[in-house]
């Protein structure tokens, strides 16, 4: 199945927290500040269903994701309010993907841990806690894996300020 096909399913077996979909597209040209959006499609799904969600990407037979390739976090802009959590899943029975996306506020960053639906999701959702202070409830082992664990802060955010040094040791 396209893109399409697997949107049009979901929405029509009523995938629990499917919002939207959201496809590349072309800039305006009657509005200057309009660039388009290049990349791949996507489905924006609620972050409070995104483990119903992806039950019934895993279990329909339609869909079959067997397999979570990628989970990470993007931090947008150094003034967003939010952080984009995103999913690439793979069904290598039926040779589709999928991109999910779930927006999280940052003030609040915490989002279901998806390790009891796809367990590859412990060492995903270990870093994007590491590096984005995004706390993933439920999750199983939530202890560092790149970072000491008395690392202050968050690198991979964009308002996130590189220690002049760590334990005496320089990081300039």
């Not at 396209?2 to 995938?15: N, S, T, V, Y």
């Not at 069904?91 to 960053?109: D, G």
């Not at 202070?133 to 955010?157: A, M, N, Q, V």
Request: with cysteine.
């Amino acid at each position: 199945m396209d893109f399409q096909a697997i949107h049009d399913h979901l929405a029509a077996i009523g995938a629990p927290g499917l919002l939207r979909a959201d496809e590349p597209r072309a800039a305006d040209p009657e509005d200057k500040k309009d660039k388009g959006r290049s990349g791949d499609p996507y489905v924006v799904v609620d972050p409070e269903r995104i483990v119903e969600f992806l039950l019934v990407c895993r279990d329909d037979p339609k869909l079959g994701f067997e397999l979570l390739v990628d989970q990470t976090a993007t931090d947008p802009a150094k003034d967003s309010e939010e952080f984009w959590v995103g999913y690439q899943l793979l069904s290598v029975a039926c040779k589709h993907r999928l991109a999910i996306k779930c927006i999280v506020p940052k003030a609040a960053a915490v989002i279901p841990t998806v390790v009891p639906v796809y367990r590859a999701a412990q060492w995903h959702e270990r870093e994007c806690a590491e590096m984005f202070g995004i706390t993933f409830d439920g999750h199983p082992d939530p202890r560092h894996i790149l970072l000491p664990d008395d690392w202050i802060g968050y690198p991979l955010r964009k308002d996130y300020e590189f220690p002049k040094e760590y334990h005496g040791i320089s990081c300039q």
